[in-house]
């Protein structure tokens, strides 16, 4: 369904609501799977599953651009990224310790 440039994510957001769930896991990996997509769960309450979401989707990000550049020709050691200069730094001192959804 997809090309091959682009990296697709199904999010099941709210784990910390199991009981209120409407889609089964099952039903979702399989949709996820159906249009080439990879599925996550997450609690953007509790911060759960959200680094890693997005930690997973950069890297998966950066190995589609190193794809395609050798694809194209231009197979050098360094991605296109890397030559321009961008880094992904993980801070653990940025972070506050309530979450995106803490009022504080």
């Known amino acids: 369904m997809l090309g091959n440039e682009i990296c697709l994510c199904i999010v099941g957001n709210k ?37 890693e979401l997005f930690l ?5 990000m950066i190995e589609t651009a190193q794809v395609d550049e050798r694809a194209r020709g231009n197979g050098s050691s360094q991605s296109g990224a890397a030559r321009r200069g961008v880094q992904i730094i993980d801070d653990p001192a940025a972070q506050s310790s309530g979450g995106c959804c ?3």
């Open 15 to 51: 784990i910390d609501l199991e009981k209120e769930r409407h889609v089964s896991i099952q039903e979702a990996e399989s949709y996820a799977e159906s249009v080439g997509a990879k599925h996550y769960h997450t609690s953007a309450k509790q911060n759960k599953g959200i680094e």
């Open 56 to 60: 997973d989707l950069c890297k998966r």
């Open 102 to 104: 803490s009022s504080g």
